[in-house]
């Protein structure tokens, strides 16, 4: 049993005797350095440029890149952070503020606004041991203790700097590199193997939609073309009608003047992006707005049966069917898409949810609209559209099909969370101290 004493730090508690307490800047070869505040022009090729939707599993995912950048804004973005393979990035602004992710990639590439970079100096700590830091609860922890909100959360630069963490001796560091490593390695070849099943079940279910909404439930019916490649032939008692002409409204709503600081703990639920995924809502990060705001917006209400679709990022695309009689509006990131009785509205949504209504909307981003989704662009997206009976016939199958998916889906992440919970208590517990790991 090794010697430990007081950290001073009520919530960590004690430590090894001969382990150290540091602010984070004190233990940087350089200063944290953010990526530049301006947007630039984005081009199908050059070189990648990347923000907080990169940070993927702890690591920088060039596949979640925001696009790339041109050689001329490349040369100007690395006078100020020019990142390589080893550099950590901390989020420090939107949703994911707190998140970590390690470059592993030999691959240029440049940084936005919302990333910041650490990287360690290497008499003091070893880099991948502050990598292990920076994912523990000692980090996060303090992150949201100093997180502030204006828009959106944030965290300064400053604050960060200023996070205490836990310094070993160097060669200490380097035996609990080697343990997490190993320990870490496992657990993540076992997320990755269920991760995969969760793809496939995906690309599965993709799939069922897709053939159910373009060829119907009778496999010996008729068929024709319809003129449209990505949609190729459908029933031939079928039709294919613009969505201006199945539909009663095709608008979006706004951001409230003040932003994020008019929102109330109760009122009227205000949808966002990060609310709307393919199927199903995601609230846990719901907020909410007066009703005498809602009272400006009552053109932009959601009522039961919308369809939502987001038009703008990095989740563009993703629908799902507002199904509740609880009064609602939407920001200007979410398009609402109201049927009329020419279309059910779950199968508008099963629509945008297959591979047909995802390629409708990469076929309508170019250019400017790389990354945005115009009214003009949905209205004009082609839809098979069978009779009412049929699309009824059609909504049941694939509610029952895809239920059954999802219930295998929920199955799978819940054992990754469980796992990723695993791994999360085990670092904690290895860079603080506390669990003392195998001197071989």
Same mark, same amino acid.
Request: glycine residues 8%.
């Given at each position: 049993?090794?010697? @430990?004493?007081?950290?001073?730090?009520?919530?960590?508690?004690?430590?090894?005797?001969?382990?150290?307490?540091? !602010?984070?800047?004190?233990?940087?070869?350089?200063?944290?350095?953010?990526?530049?505040? *301006?947007?630039?022009?984005?081009?199908?090729?050059?070189?990648?440029?990347?923000?907080?939707?990169?940070?993927?599993?702890?690591?920088?995912?060039?596949?979640?890149?925001?696009?790339?950048? !041109?050689?001329?804004?490349?040369?100007?973005?690395?006078?100020?952070?020019?990142?390589?393979?080893?550099?950590?990035?901390?989020?420090?602004?939107?949703? +994911?503020?707190?998140?970590?992710?390690?470059?592993?990639?030999?691959?240029?590439?440049?940084?936005?606004?919302?990333?910041?970079?650490?990287?360690?100096? #290497? #008499?003091?700590? *070893?880099?991948?041991?502050?990598?292990?830091?920076?994912?523990?609860?000692?980090?996060?922890?303090?992150?949201?203790?100093?997180?502030?909100?204006?828009?959106?959360?944030?965290? !300064?630069?400053?604050?960060?700097?200023?996070?205490?963490?836990?310094?070993?001796?160097?060669?200490? &560091?380097?035996?609990?590199?080697?343990?997490?490593?190993?320990?870490?390695?496992?657990?993540? +070849?076992?997320?990755?193997?269920? &991760?995969?099943?969760?793809?496939? @079940?995906?690309?599965?279910?993709?799939?069922?939609?897709?053939?159910?909404?373009?060829?119907?439930?009778?496999?010996?019916?008729?068929?024709?073309?319809?003129?449209?490649?990505?949609?190729?032939?459908?029933?031939?008692?079928?039709?294919?009608?613009?969505?201006?002409?199945?539909?009663?409204?095709?608008?979006?709503?706004?951001?409230?003047?003040?932003?994020?600081?008019?929102?109330?703990?109760?009122?009227?639920?205000?949808?966002? !992006?990060?609310? $709307?995924?393919?199927?199903?809502?995601?609230?846990?990060?719901?907020?909410?707005?007066?009703?005498?705001?809602?009272?400006? @917006? /009552?053109? +932009?209400?959601?009522?039961?049966?919308? $369809?939502?679709?987001?038009?703008?990022?990095?989740?563009?695309?993703? /629908?799902?069917?507002?199904?509740?009689? *609880?009064?609602?509006?939407?920001?200007?990131?979410?398009?609402?898409?109201?049927?009329?009785?020419?279309?059910?509205?779950?199968? @508008?949504?099963?629509?945008?949810?297959?591979?047909?209504?995802?390629?409708?909307?990469?076929?309508?981003?170019?250019?400017?609209?790389?990354?945005?989704?115009?009214?003009?662009?949905?209205?004009?997206?082609?839809?098979?559209?069978?009779?009412?009976?049929?699309?009824?016939?059609?909504? /049941?199958?694939?509610?029952?099909?895809?239920? #059954?998916?999802?219930?295998?889906?929920?199955?799978?992440?819940?054992?990754?969370?469980?796992?990723? *919970?695993?791994?999360?208590?085990?670092?904690?517990?290895?860079?603080?101290?506390?669990?003392?790991?195998?001197?071989?």
């Amino acid at each position: 049993m090794r010697e @430990m004493k007081g950290s001073d730090i009520e919530w960590l508690g004690y430590i090894p005797v001969n382990w150290n307490i540091h !602010s984070l800047k004190r233990v940087l070869s350089t200063p944290i350095t953010d990526g530049p505040h *301006e947007t630039p022009i984005l081009y199908d090729e050059g070189i990648p440029f990347v923000s907080a939707e990169s940070v993927k599993g702890g690591v920088i995912n060039l596949d979640y890149k925001r696009g790339y950048i !041109s050689l001329e804004d490349h040369k100007r973005f690395q006078r100020k952070v020019s990142p390589k393979k080893g550099d950590i990035f901390i989020v420090k602004s939107g949703a +994911t503020t707190g998140n970590v992710g390690l470059a592993i990639t030999d691959q240029v590439f440049d940084i936005w606004s919302p990333l910041a970079l650490v990287r360690g100096d #290497s #008499s003091v700590v *070893e880099q991948e041991f502050l990598y292990y830091l920076l994912l523990s609860n000692i980090f996060r922890v303090q992150v949201e203790q100093g997180w502030s909100y204006g828009t959106q959360q944030n965290i !300064s630069m400053k604050t960060l700097g200023n996070i205490k963490i836990i310094v070993p001796p160097l060669e200490e &560091q380097k035996i609990i590199i080697k343990y997490l490593h190993n320990k870490c390695t496992q657990i993540d +070849t076992i997320i990755a193997k269920e &991760q995969s099943v969760i793809e496939k @079940m995906q690309e599965y279910k993709k799939a069922i939609i897709t053939q159910a909404i373009t060829r119907g439930l009778n496999s010996s019916a008729k068929m024709k073309k319809t003129g449209f490649e990505w949609i190729g032939m459908i029933p031939k008692h079928w039709n294919v009608k613009k969505i201006k002409y199945l539909t009663s409204k095709i608008g979006s709503g706004k951001t409230p003047k003040g932003g994020s600081d008019i929102y109330v703990d109760e009122g009227v639920l205000f949808i966002r !992006s990060q609310n $709307v995924y393919d199927g199903y809502f995601d609230l846990s990060s719901a907020v909410f707005i007066s009703h005498e705001i809602d009272c400006t @917006m /009552s053109n +932009t209400r959601v009522y039961r049966d919308d $369809v939502l679709l987001n038009i703008t990022g990095g989740s563009i695309g993703r /629908s799902c069917l507002y199904e509740s009689d *609880e009064l609602a509006n939407v920001n200007q990131h979410v398009c609402i898409i109201r049927c009329n009785s020419q279309m059910r509205p779950k199968f @508008m949504q099963y629509f945008w949810n297959s591979s047909i209504g995802k390629t409708s909307i990469d076929i309508y981003q170019s250019g400017a609209n790389r990354e945005g989704l115009n009214f003009f662009g949905i209205g004009n997206t082609v839809v098979p559209t069978p009779e009412l009976y049929e699309q009824d016939k059609i909504i /049941s199958y694939l509610d029952d099909k895809c239920d #059954s998916i999802d219930r295998v889906i929920s199955q799978k992440l819940t054992i990754i969370d469980t796992l990723a *919970e695993y791994k999360r208590s085990l670092i904690y517990e290895v860079v603080t101290g506390k669990k003392e790991v195998p001197h071989v």
